[in-house]
């Protein structure tokens, strides 16, 4: 129950037991192929968008963003949290300039604050964090896309901890990346980005990014590869791309929509269970609730105490990372092929973790809550 | 025998098979604490010399070199073929002035034009391409490395194509950088690095480097894994982790010294099969020969057509991609854990593919010289 | 939760992923001997003591108990359900007398009966079930064998559903067999079995044993193995063995002591749930649960519903076999590797099962005593 | 290239890697439907006919064809070697009568001389040895069969090894048996029998056959799983299954004429380099020669020491078992998923152990043999 790497199941991994599999074989060509063609339907895009998988994971999908920036633009980054925050450390190291708006600790910043700002100013890119990994905030993404749609040449949405857990589509967006090791339920190696025709156009060699994270460079092999050819710029993770073909097999199997609604059930009951044993969730109202990451916020016992409880009791959760909440709260993840025992056996053990290290909790009630949240 | 990915050990490949493990777990501290240690004495490294495995490949480790640059420095590229010159395509995204010494094909650009290029000028960098992968050229880097050492800031060497098959030494060396899919024998997903004291010193806020391939954001990172403390920037790839551990765990079993000698006896014994049955090898004299990867000039036949047969015999070989020699030459990849059998299928099946083909060359000589070579 | 195969942990499985690995290899020798000296160490034997892994499963290594019977034998089996009566089934086929001490249902047959029977008539063996899978009685074998060692040549104990969760030792006990597929968390493939030195000494080629289950046939196999030498005589099944062996290693890790307490508690947590939410056990009284099997009685539904519904829910159960208690019935397997969590999720996933299909239960009570049970 | 267990394919090994698959599961299920059908289409089999797949291996298998005989009957052994006289050795365990005829060593048991005794004789049945695996040498089973069909009730042959990789069907044969570990390419721990209508017809609680290997108790098994339901008698190795079902689907992809012809193009090659480098086969004529195995005869080396060194370079052969030729060839498996590079990399490592022992072959005479061979 991290918040990723998450729990991935044997069937993904077994993809990856290819002692001889070079990045020009056949499977290799048709796993990748068969990735990009999932993403497109997987974020409903239109035939001029463009899936991108590469190396790396969530931060290196983001700064390849620097792709479609050029010198002197202008990016509002919209952060709910550390991951929020992190697009101001990236892109300081680039010749662009950056605002943030930053939301109180267990909110997100109000799409009116943002479309003023926008309206404000003139931006050339605004950046907003779907789920925050170190919260479990959700931003109305969506609604923000649909309001400042006109306002702003590039919207980019960090799905790290959303993308097949929340709704995802490309809809009023330019950008929606992701990492393989999140709700796709694949081992870390690989960021993926979705891009609209609009950000594919902006695609140039003058934009101020590097080479292996340029997007410009990746562009032909990712054509090549979903034409079903091989094409080389640099390495990519082979036996990672066989495991995500894997995953991306098993999410077409359950469907998106079963998927969202799965992880919005498991993620109720584990709510449910918090509260039902007395404790209080770090998100402040339902509507900044997420499907994936729970920030559990605890009064008496520390934390850190919590974890290494859990985990000797099997249950790997997460520390809280927001540092104006240090020490007060853990995360709980609930991602991938989360299902209703998971749920349970956290809730169970949490219980017990927490009476036995002092924690006013009654034994049994978040249990019980939960129960009868999932029948 | 591919150039990389090479083929991989299946108890490489099952310490991948983990579904439960984060980046925090004891397991792939432990897992990353171990490799750091093997690759300082892979490098017979000093203790304030400085390991790096970050994700990516070689191409994201050469670009990590940016970390050591600052604005307006020069660095002068060795460039022996393709990868060679790829050290130029990634600088010239960077503030930096950039020059290539270029050889020959089939050859290597020798140390005395190098020490006079860098006594004409003040050069902040070099580069050297230890084992050219497109051609199979070694450059005599620990000569160069002793002549220049006076006159260059820093000494970078790629190693993609060599370390752990060629003489592996930080010796006047101050980055020395692979990938774990070559002779390392584990799948792609990680660059690793090995630095001097004197690039750990020049790590700084104001190097030209982004974000994500920032070595400086990564060094706390591997200290803290280093002393078996978690620890995070960004996520790494943590199977892969996992598996590049075993690797090491076996390349220490075999010993470097045996191993190096291996890969000297398995490129003889490819060599003498390849003169055998009468073709010609793309390094022009023994000096250039490497331990690694063999280019083979052919007369009549195409090598694409070559390399189609041998796939369907099996054995996957490698494309020729050196510009000047186009459709004139294939590469046979013979690092990670290469064996006598191999060689001799290898040929074998060449000679009987050429000779199918219509290439001029005699049914079992080439073997016949292969197995003399070995007995 | 099925009574067996149970499920298995990867790392055990990990270690049959060996492509190239025969009966003579070094590392399958080694994984043997291991196994045969953790037999040793896990049944507290004696040297003259003699354990023995043969391909096939518990009833295979029953039927080989009759390499120690001669023509005419009498042999006393002492039955609590379906697999006391397979020893009937079985010494059937062969020259020997049997006579069956039948149980009720939900109970088993007293020590005094037993000890009675061999008091009246002279037999040479008499077998027992110490935890009897068909319905989860356990009987107390080791009271009964201190008090008719002395009447009987050979006691005979099927420990297949008990060796490794309940106490396990040799003690006044001639042959104690198991399967590989039960508490020893191994796939199936192999029985087990420990004999005394008394029951080694009757290995003659006079008894009236076949050829592929005769122990004398693969008495000089066990102890070659033993010593570390390679042996034949039919070939055993490799992989599982070099997978059993690994699991020895788990199971000596944990300590018996504190695998049979394991057992214990989570059989104990699983039965307060079941009567928590109003249900009854098939064993009628406390002295006749087991560790590893529990038997429940439903009133309204069908029980091959309840387990197909709780298959869906991704748990296994195992159907009621005995006849005499058709259709009222179905079985919790806990045996292997099961912790709290499967507790806690096997009872939450029951509960709402049962109440979605109309069995009166009250939702969160059978949970909540399997909570309070566990803290 | 050992005799058995083969070099098995990692996709068949990777279905094995199953926590959770109990024996009532669809997915084993499915995989016994499948490996039942894919015996019925192996074998050419009619209708009534019935295939079996019971735990164990070859010799369980031999022994189990005591299913199909009653007190008293006659049984004709054909021997060529050990495995043939195994026949005699498990038979003489039972209430039955046994005669023998031997052949040579290197020869096989003329048709002429069976048919004589079975015309001087009444039997119940004759057993055949397909290909001797002790010695390599291959019995025309089919011209028996189809001379002495008249004068016997039950036909029966050991095809361990040649099932798969000689001519296979059950063409006047009444049992044609195997196990999973030969040309079938899968672990050892099953045995597979084809029984004939006749056959079938057979069974009956009147044999003199034991339980667990008793055919009439697994017949109920065999019929439910090949209708896709779920069936229990004892235990199966359901992890060997999915993997079984795993190898019949290569099989099926390659064909069973191209897999026929594989194995004798590879055998070919083998015994070009055996007598292209001076040495002889066991086998005295070609007509005894066989697709899977070949003894070699050495002159002055000491065949322990041949394979120990064979070992060293990392390719495993047998040792020479037949008693009349002890401490005089070794055996060279070549079955299942052999190929070219297999033939090519065993002859030359075999030249050069050979050449540094001090028998006297010319080294690369026997390597060009077999290449010339396969070209």
Request: no cysteine; glycine share 8%.
């Amino acid at each position: 129950m991290h918040v990723g790497p998450v729990t991935i199941d044997v069937d993904v991994l077994k993809e990856g037991l290819r002692g001889d599999v070079g990045f020009t074989s056949r499977e290799f060509v048709e796993a990748f192929q068969y990735s990009l063609k999932a993403m497109r339907r997987l974020f409903n895009a239109k035939p001029n968008d463009q899936p991108f998988i590469i190396p790396g994971g969530g931060t290196s999908a983001m700064e390849s963003v620097t792709s479609l920036l050029r010198k002197g633009d202008k990016v509002l980054v919209v952060s709910n949290g550390v991951f929020g925050d992190r697009w101001e450390a990236i892109l300081s190291r680039y010749p662009v300039t950056v605002k943030v708006l930053r939301a109180e600790p267990g909110d997100y910043v109000s799409p009116d604050i943002i479309e003023e700002e926008l309206k404000r100013e003139k931006y050339t890119a605004v950046t907003m964090t779907h789920v925050e990994t170190s919260t479990g905030i959700r931003e109305p993404i969506y609604e923000v896309a649909k309001r400042v749609r006109s306002l702003v040449d590039l919207i980019v949405v960090d799905g790290v901890s959303s993308v097949s857990a929340e709704e995802t589509k490309l809809e009023n967006i330019d950008v929606f990346l992701t990492a393989s090791q999140k709700a796709l339920g694949t081992p870390p190696g690989a960021g993926l980005l979705m891009l609209s025709e609009n950000a594919v156009n902006r695609l140039s060699d003058d934009s101020v990014a590097g080479y292996y994270l340029n997007l410009k460079n990746w562009l032909p092999v990712m054509r090549s590869m979903e034409e079903g050819k091989g094409s080389y710029f640099a390495t990519p993770p082979v036996h990672l791309i066989l495991m995500l073909a894997k995953s991306f097999q098993l999410i077409e199997k359950e469907g998106l929509e079963n998927r969202v609604k799965r992880h919005a059930r498991i993620s109720q009951a584990i709510r449910a269970g918090i509260e039902g044993m007395g404790l209080s969730i770090v998100a402040k109202r339902p509507e900044a609730y997420s499907n994936t990451v729970t920030g559990v916020l605890v009064k008496k016992v520390n934390p850190a105490q919590v974890l290494q409880e859990m985990n000797n009791s099997g249950i790997e959760l997460a520390p809280g990372v927001h540092p104006a909440l240090a020490g007060k709260y853990f995360r709980i993840g609930h991602m991938g092929w989360v299902n209703e025992n998971d749920a349970i056996a956290t809730i169970a053990t949490l219980e017990r973790v927490l009476y036995k290290l002092g924690e006013p909790v009654k034994l049994g009630e978040g249990l019980k809550a939960t129960q009868l949240q999932l029948a």
